[in-house]
Every structure is written in structure tokens, then in C-alpha cells.
């Protein structure tokens, strides 16, 4: 079983940066294939993005497309969601979550971090 917590959210002006943090105990992340998804106020949640055990990477175009990217350091045990040009439709509570394979759902979740976006 592997522990996922998430950190880096807060509260930024529309156009600027945020990096997430997803941190895991338990086991070795490079064995999983990491997701970041997000839930904001009144809406269902949703995918943003997706980095595979060998680096392959999947974003949502719609919604972050150009401007976050995801990566992990697995000497870290860590996966980055780096978001720029954030816009106010990003704020959400972001989550990472983790799977064994491809073919699996996402097993493992973090407790979220805010990110708020201001006009």
C-alpha cells in the first residue's frame, strides 16, 4: 500500500504559477502510474493529467493543455504537477492518485491540496 500527500496549493493571481507536490511513503513510487485529477466547487472530478512508470505522460487538452506539466522524481518518491498560466477556472481541490497499471483504476489517493485562482 503506498501513502500519497499532497502539497503546494494556495492562492495566486490569474497568470501566475503554482508547482504540486505529490509525496509517497509505503512503497516505491516508480512502480505506479501516477494521475493528478481536480474537483472544483460544484463539479464532478476530473482528470488533468497522467505520467506513466517509464515517463510517458497524458494531459486533459481541454483544460490544462500547454500549461501544466507533470514529472516525477522517483529518487524523491515524488510526482510535480507544475501549472502556469493558471486562470480562475483552475481553482479546485487537486489530487494525486496512484495505480498499479494502466489498466486499473487509480487505487490510491491523496487528501488534496486548495489551489485558488483570483481574477
Known amino acids: 500500500q503506498v501513502q500519497l500527500v499532497e502539497s503546494g496549493g494556495g492562492l495566486v493571481q490569474a497568470g501566475g504559477s503554482l508547482r504540486l507536490s505529490c509525496a509517497a511513503s509505503g512503497r516505491t513510487l516508480s512502480t505506479y502510474d501516477m494521475g493528478w485529477f481536480r474537483q472544483g466547487p460544484g463539479k464532478e472530478r476530473e482528470f488533468v493529467a497522467r505520467i506513466s512508470q517509464s515517463g510517458g505522460t497524458t494531459y486533459d487538452p481541454d483544460s490544462v493543455k500547454g500549461r501544466f506539466t507533470i514529472s516525477r522524481d522517483n529518487a524523491k518518491n515524488t510526482v510535480y504537477l507544475q501549472m502556469n498560466s493558471l486562470k480562475p477556472e483552475d481553482t479546485a481541490i487537486h489530487y494525486c492518485?496512484?495505480?498499479?497499471?494502466?489498466?486499473?483504476?487509480?487505487?490510491?489517493w491523496g487528501q488534496g491540496t486548495q489551489v485558488t485562482v483570483s481574477s
Open positions: 492518485a496512484a495505480r498499479s497499471d494502466v489498466r486499473r483504476s487509480y487505487l490510491y
